[in-house]
């Protein structure tokens, strides 16, 4: 089965902006339309979304950091660590200028070598 643009957009708004996990997207396709679509897939679709957007993500974090003056802030998240069967806290990071565009980055501590992260960019 091939990906098609307007179900990519479909799973991406149905996690992000509906908050349903991967998981119960694959039970819905299933128990409504009979459409296997493993959570695998779904999530190597995601990644690839991730990968397409990243020249978008890369120009919009080169004009925060153009300006004279950007503000930068940290959030705690607990999230599941593969493997370690219990949360950890990882930290989501904001950049923005006033009354401009803003950026997020996701780093697993807030080391000061995260925030150099940040600003250049680093994944």
């Known amino acids: ?14 996690k992000f ?19 296997w679509l493993p959570r695998q897939n779904l ?7 991730a990968d397409w957007l990243k020249p978008i993500y890369q120009r919009i974090r080169t004009g925060v950091m153009a300006g004279g003056y950007v ?19 990882g930290y989501f990071w904001t ?10 980055h996701w780093e697993t501590s807030r080391a000061a070598s995260c925030l150099d992260n940040v600003c250049a960019g680093r994944f």
Do not use: N
Not at 17 to 35: A, F, G, K, N, S
């Open 71 to 89: 503000q930068v802030d940290e959030t705690p998240v607990d999230f599941l660590a593969p493997g370690h069967g219990k949360t950890k806290t």
């Open 95 to 104: 950049a923005s200028r006033l009354g401009g565009d803003v950026v997020y």
């Open 43 to 49: 999530a190597r679709w995601m990644e690839l979304a």
């Open 17 to 35: 902006c509906d908050h349903l996990p991967l998981y119960r997207q694959e039970l819905i396709y299933w128990t409504r339309h009979r459409v």
């Open 1 to 14: 089965m091939g990906l098609a643009p307007g179900l990519l957009a479909q799973i991406i708004v149905s």
